[in-house]
């Protein structure tokens, strides 16, 4: 079997497009809710609230924006070099895509303003999930995809040798 090509234009042309909408979302939420505002779009069960997360996911670590923006460098590093060298396959560059595009949406928030601007709050009264926004969106999107990945080879074509010797003759 031969080794496909990395899909270059799949994975940064979708890091884009998350990298652009996250960012276009996150700028209409500041130009429209103060701080801490909120704008009910299906009641209690979802509202739009300008929030800001200077720590890491969930809201840990909290004052530390700026150590996790130099991880996240390192972390944009690997995801490119990790596509480069991995086996191909559309899904994983649509995983790897999502994931680079969230890792730079928030990484951006974090150098330009000390915290990452989060906007999305559902739950059910005081039974809230923790605000999110697009970038986190497209992260958890990419972390399922690379589970499904992982626990089904068979999705992404990549096939077990099943005790065969793998040299290809037969």
């Known amino acids: 079997?031969?080794?496909?090509?990395?899909?270059?234009?799949?994975?940064?042309?979708?890091?884009?497009?998350?990298?652009?909408?996250?960012?276009?979302?996150?700028?209409?939420?500041?130009?429209?809710?103060?701080?801490?505002?909120?704008?009910?779009?299906?009641?209690?069960?979802?509202?739009?609230?300008?929030?800001?997360?200077?720590?890491?996911?969930?809201?840990?670590?909290?004052?530390?924006?700026?150590?996790?923006?130099l991880v996240s460098l390192v972390v944009v590093g690997l995801i490119v070099w990790y596509h480069g060298s991995a086996g191909r396959s559309t899904l994983l560059s649509v995983a790897l895509g999502l994931l680079l595009g969230g890792a730079i949406g928030n990484m951006i928030d974090r150098f330009r303003l000390g915290y990452v601007v989060d906007w999305v709050d559902a739950g059910i009264g005081d039974i809230r999930f923790y605000t999110f926004n697009v970038a986190d969106s497209a992260i958890t999107g990419a972390f399922l995809l690379l589970i499904i990945i992982t626990l089904l080879p068979s999705v992404t074509g990549r096939r077990e040798l099943n005790g065969s010797t793998g040299t290809g003759d037969a």
């Not at 609230?49 to 923006?69: C, E, P, S």
């Open 1 to 69: 079997m031969t080794r496909q090509r990395p899909r270059w234009g799949l994975f940064l042309g979708l890091a884009a497009t998350v990298v652009v909408v996250d960012q276009v979302t996150k700028a209409w939420l500041v130009g429209r809710l103060a701080p801490g505002e909120q704008l009910e779009i299906v009641g209690d069960l979802l509202r739009i609230v300008h929030g800001r997360n200077d720590g890491a996911i969930f809201g840990l670590f909290r004052d530390q924006a700026f150590l996790f923006a």
